[in-house]
């Protein structure tokens, strides 16, 4: 059975930062790419980073870049999301997704909640 289980989200104060920590069980982590999201509410769901299989390349939203970095562990099949000046507007809940290289089948963590407010 797979899990994608996620972890960290909380309240922050504007300008904070959280990490944000996702494990995936049950599958060959090497072979997916590992991607956040996240949705606020009444909006879609949107794409936040992503990382290769292998950790070799990163991608960003332009609303993230140079303040969100991603990162993995084969090894211990976790993927994080070093989050930093956060803003009001990131504010919302955010999704771990393993998504197979070949395929781009995946599956999806059940979501953490990240609160930025004064």
């Known amino acids: 059975q797979v899990k994608v289980v996620e972890s960290g989200g909380g309240l922050v104060q504007p300008g904070g930062s959280l990490r944000l920590s996702c494990t995936v069980s049950g599958l060959t982590f090497h072979y997916y790419v590992m991607k956040w999201y996240r949705q606020a509410p009444g909006k879609e769901r949107e794409l936040v980073a992503g990382?290769?299989?292998?950790?070799?390349?990163?991608t960003y939203a332009e609303f993230v870049k140079g303040r969100f970095t991603i990162s993995r562990d084969n090894r211990r099949k976790t993927v994080t999301l070093q989050m930093n000046s956060l803003k009001l507007e990131d504010t919302a809940v955010y999704y771990c997704?393993?998504?197979?290289?070949?395929?781009?089948?995946?599956?999806w963590g059940q979501g953490t909640q990240v609160t930025v407010s004064s």
């Open positions: 990382v290769t299989s292998d950790g070799g390349r990163k």
């Open positions: 997704r393993a998504e197979e290289i070949t395929t781009t089948n995946g599956y």
